[in-house]
């Protein structure tokens, strides 16, 4: 308690909060009086709090800094972002002093400017000469401060200062590449690790001269988000060590997107050379992400380029595939499809964790004109008489941004660290910032903040809604309550018991029925919204003894065998990795990944987002649509649009959300699903099994689709991981 309290001082000026703020004080308080600064003879008004480095921005002036982040807590260590403030005795560092009522800054004086040329000939003292083999060039706040801030000469001497100081590199891992004599000790890493990851691996070591930025003894940076340091670093000190030397900054062309590896939907940015992907940059938004990725979000990428599927192909008589054309593929599903007496009960579909919501909406618009209903997804939900009919009983309906504004949060069969690491982030914002206390129900595990371990048997649920667990009683008394339930709890047996018993726990809460939404699904996979949205069944699979045409979009991860269908089954696997679904296959469609198309996801929030083409398909694969569009006119039910604009107006009848592109749908109907659940009487108590997690170990995390499977990358993190913990 007491270091959250050092970290909430240190971080309330930073997101200008007070006190007050806090959702347990019932009390209403007045709107602050706004400050008069003068910046420039400039005057602008300001919160009370705000910065002087804050307020300039506001007036339109930039000030340089290093060690100063909007995201982080101030350090004022590196003060380049010194100015002038009248009846000051000397220059201020702009980031740490708040302003007061009637305060004169000038940014622009003599003095500021030669307090910032000053402190810029420190810097360079001892940083190499590296910058034509620097991979930060071009991207270099150090490059382009120095021109904007620095003196225009150097009054370094080698032989007077005793040679430039150097430093040895650090190994931290297979994710970040470390020249630590660049480092110009601005701690950006440092409280990032600390204060955003909840990892406390980085540090420094020494003093003046000596001081050393490093993981104290030599170990790997266990992290989920640790490649986020490589964005933070102002200098060339911490860069991607996968793509090392590879590309410079002004090579690259930009496209805007999402990522799909898990349920978050995190905003991107490709940067691509020609045909082939570079890197992954994150993309500013306040409502899902903020500035931040996951590793697997940034480096998985190099596994677009293996075990690609890239020419249709077809299993042949002796059991080998054999690349054919597509009018070759096409014609054989098809007349298997033509020839099904009795597609009701012998065509069956499966989409998964990459499907997109065009390719999903195009698969039933077929299977639906060939009298088939048996669409289902990868992953089972069992969620209780509601189904996926009202989208309250499916979606994370608080939003992500909102979690930060809890005061209690019981996460039940989810480790979100793993899951949804980017909501895990804002979880921890608000431990730090709002008190807010966090249980746990499922297996112990490390979430980088502290948290109440309530056990692993659902029976917990029945003490705490009797009252005699001491929980319940803290649930009841909270302002502003949250429930997050995981992808794991819904796929049991008796996910449908449990969730009833969640509903009647939330009844408890005196917020309930009002605007707060207190029960929330954490979906883990990209596609899993979607389908719901659509009306798949999120069933478990039917018995595929009778299944004549079984077909797998994107479905890598589905527990099928052969010996489970008949010999007669025609399997045809729709992706663009030659993974778990396309090993099973009969025929295979290559189809694009997330990057080489234009496609809708829903994440676990409800919010659709397109991801766009930053490159083409390799060799003959398609947009999954159009592959599906061609076969439903090779099977003679032609489907109604040409275009994605027309598929997207299909998308809109069945569900508007589905287009309502980047905009957080409030769900409708959540009272009639609260009270459909709460009447549903369960047909058994819960078993005895434990509720347990899908991913509760960094080696899980990286690896958990086909793209990240096929990474080189994410396997040698697996290994760094598995060697760190035998150590």
């Not at 400050?35 to 910065?51: F, Y």
């Not at 940015?269 to 045909?275: A, I, K, S």
Request: hydrophobic letters at 35%; charged letters at 25%; one cysteine or more.
């Amino acid at each position: 308690m007491l270091a959250r309290a050092l970290l909430r001082r240190v971080f309330l000026p930073r997101y200008n909060r007070s006190l007050s703020q806090s959702p347990r004080l019932l009390q209403v308080q007045e709107a602050p009086k706004l400050l008069s600064v003068w910046i420039d003879d400039k005057m602008v008004q300001v919160e009370p709090g705000t910065t002087v480095l804050q307020a300039c921005a506001v007036a339109g002036v930039e000030i340089p800094r290093y060690c100063y982040h909007e995201r982080l807590s101030v350090a004022g260590n590196c003060r380049m972002c010194l100015v002038e403030v009248e009846k000051s005795a000397k220059p201020i560092a702009s980031c740490a002093m708040p302003v007061m009522e009637g305060m004169k800054v000038h940014p622009h004086s003599d003095i500021s400017k030669r307090a910032r040329e000053g402190v810029m000939e420190f810097l360079l003292v001892n940083h190499p000469l590296d910058c034509p083999i620097c991979d930060q060039g071009g991207e270099c706040d150090l490059q382009d401060q120095s021109m904007a801030f620095g003196s225009d000469r150097s009054r370094f001497v080698d032989n007077a200062f005793g040679g430039k100081r150097a430093v040895e590199d650090k190994e931290v891992g297979p994710l970040i590449k470390t020249i630590m004599t660049r480092c110009i000790h601005c701690t950006r890493c440092i409280r990032f690790a600390g204060e955003i990851a909840g990892v406390q691996d980085l540090g420094t070591t020494g003093r003046g001269g000596d001081m050393q930025v490093g993981t104290y003894v030599e170990k790997m940076f266990k992290s989920e988000l640790s490649g986020n340091v490589i964005d933070l670093c102002p200098v060339g000190a911490l860069t991607a060590k996968p793509y090392a030397f590879t590309y410079r900054s002004w090579e690259l062309r930009r496209t805007e997107s999402i990522d799909v590896l898990d349920g978050v939907g995190s905003n991107i940015v490709v940067n691509t050379r020609g045909e082939h992907v570079m890197r992954i940059l994150p993309r500013l938004n306040e409502s899902v992400n903020e500035e931040w990725i996951s590793d697997k979000t940034r480096f998985a990428f190099d596994g677009l380029f293996a075990q690609r599927l890239t020419v249709p192909l077809a299993r042949d008589a002796t059991g080998q595939l054999r690349s054919c054309s597509w009018e070759d593929v096409l014609s054989r599903v098809s007349g298997k499809l033509v020839s099904i007496q009795n597609p009701a009960n012998e065509v069956v579909g499966v989409a998964g964790a990459l499907a997109d919501c065009e390719s999903m909406v195009c698969l039933k618009d077929l299977f639906n004109k060939l009298g088939s209903e048996s669409l289902y997804s990868e992953t089972p939900v069992h969620i209780g008489s509601c189904g996926n009919d009202l989208r309250s009983g499916y979606i994370l309906r608080a939003g992500i941004s909102a979690l930060e504004e809890a005061d209690l949060i019981l996460l039940v069969g989810t480790n979100p660290r793993y899951e949804a690491t980017l909501i895990n982030a804002r979880i921890r914002k608000g431990y730090i910032h709002n008190e807010c206390e966090i249980a746990v129900i499922g297996p112990y595990m490390d979430l980088s903040y502290q948290h109440e371990h309530l056990g692993d048997d659902p029976a917990v649920f029945s003490g705490m809604i009797r009252g005699t667990h001491p929980f319940g009683k803290k649930f009841s008394r909270a302002a502003k309550p949250v429930i997050i339930v995981g992808e794991g709890v819904l796929a049991r047996d008796d996910g449908a018991y449990i969730n009833n018993q969640i509903y009647m726990l939330s009844r408890l809460s005196p917020v309930h029925g009002s605007d707060w939404k207190i029960v929330n699904y954490l979906h883990t996979t990209a596609s899993q919204v979607g389908s719901m949205d659509i009306g798949y069944n999120t069933a478990d699979l039917p018995d595929l003894s009778s299944t004549r045409l079984l077909y797998l979009l994107s479905a890598d991860s589905v527990d099928v065998t052969r010996d489970q269908l008949p010999t007669d089954c025609l399997v045809v696997y729709q992706g663009h990795h030659g993974d778990k679904g396309a090993h099973i296959a009969d025929v295979i469609l290559p189809g694009a990944a997330y990057t080489e198309k234009e496609a809708t996801y829903v994440n676990t929030e409800g919010r659709a987002q397109v991801t766009q083409a930053a490159v083409k398909p390799p060799g003959e694969a398609r947009d999954d649509w159009s592959i599906i569009r061609a076969l439903s006119e090779y099977a003679g039910h032609t489907l109604a649009y040409d275009n994605i604009d027309e598929l997207r107006e299909r998308m809109a009848e069945i569900s508007p959300t589905l287009v309502n592109i980047d905009t957080k749908q409030d769900s409708c109907f959540h009272s009639l699903c609260v009270e459909l659940l709460y009447r549903t009487s369960p047909k058994h108590k819960p078993y005895q099994t434990p509720i347990s997690v899908k991913l509760n170990s960094l080696a899980d995390f990286y690896m958990t689709d086909p793209i990240s499977r096929a990474s080189k990358t994410m396997a040698q993190c697996v290994q760094a991981v598995k060697q760190a913990d035998k150590n």
